[in-house]
């Protein structure tokens, strides 16, 4: 009993320090979790009190709402890496794939009428791993195309990329982290988790995607709406995508970009519209368009 309390009272201090030590909590399985700080479960279930209380029964429209309560999160990118893989939980820190995560997150749990930060590490888990379930870093999903894939097939999300007016498709090696192993923590001194990875890679793969010179588009613009995740195509050599985030539809119909900006620093709505946000970087050729399944 005094244990239970010192953890439960551990819990609820503010986040002055960042965890040392790795702690089990009962998530959708008994799972490792590490925290960023002390204050990432008050954190969180002060954000799903706030959905739950707003009335918003639509996936999208609660992502949008769980995206504008994050604006001004910092950027900090590896917030994942460690020794050993646990369950990250980090709501303080986010980078633009644990960003589309966490959205995903909050948005179930509150789909599902749920108010606590172990609803929020389930779907957290659920939606990171190889079929829901952490296991070594190999499962976790590196890749947004296998990513959609899995959780596509377990209910999760759905890509409506190749239902956009003008969609084409590619056919690309997705194979860069086992071609490229000193880049990663986990893989540079580890050849037998290299290997692990390299089973998961797509070769030969064939994805939608729109090219990036459609986006202003009338058509394409009416089929976009706020709250579809958005990744942005990538024609560097193994990748398939180089970001991540959502699309928020201003009052002209004009789809921007709110994302975990690294140039920016935080979470935070893009200025420019999305063809126009694009067109800076030329290595971004298009996007690919997902959303919530109820």
């Known amino acids: 009993m005094k244990k239970s309390l010192l953890l439960f009272i551990v819990l609820l201090m503010a986040c002055g320090s960042k965890q040392t030590t790795q702690q089990v909590a009962q998530a959708a399985t008994t799972t490792q979790m590490r925290f960023h700080c002390d204050s990432d479960t008050t954190v969180i279930n002060g954000l799903l009190a706030k959905g739950n209380e707003s009335g918003i029964a639509d996936a999208n429209a609660l992502i949008e709402f769980y995206a504008r309560q994050l604006l001004g999160t910092p950027y900090v990118a590896h917030t994942l890496e460690a020794d050993e ?5 980090n709501i303080h820190e ?3 794939l644990t960003f589309i995560e966490s959205l995903y997150a909050l948005t179930r749990a509150t789909l599902n009428h749920r108010y606590s930060w172990r609803d929020y590490a389930a779907n957290i888990e659920n939606v990171r791993y190889r079929g829901g379930t952490m296991g070594d870093y190999s499962s976790r999903i590196h890749y947004i195309s296998e990513w959609i894939i899995d959780n596509h ?6 890509e409506v990329t190749p239902d956009l007016p003008h969609a084409d498709y590619m056919v690309k090696n997705i194979d860069y982290m086992s071609k490229n192993p000193s880049q990663y923590r986990q893989l540079k001194n580890d050849t037998a988790m290299v290997e692990k990875i390299r ?7 064939r994805f939608p995607y729109l090219k990036r010179s459609w986006l202003n588009d009338k058509d394409v613009k009416a089929a976009l709406r706020s709250g579809d995740f958005i990744s942005l195509v990538t024609k560097a050599d193994g990748l398939d995508v180089s970001h991540n985030g959502i699309i928020i539809v201003d ?9 975990a900006s690294m140039s920016g620093g935080k979470v935070m709505l893009e200025s420019k519209p999305l063809f126009k946000f ?17």
């Open 251 to 259: 009052d002209k119909g004009d789809p921007y970009l709110l994302d």
């Open 94 to 96: 986010l980078d633009c």
């Open 153 to 158: 097939l377990r209910g999760n999300l759905v």
């Open 278 to 294: 694009l067109e800076r970087s030329k290595n971004n050729i298009g996007v690919r368009v997902f959303r919530m399944m109820p």
């Open 199 to 205: 089973r998961h890679e797509l070769r030969q793969h």
């Open 85 to 89: 893989e646990v369950l990250t939980i």
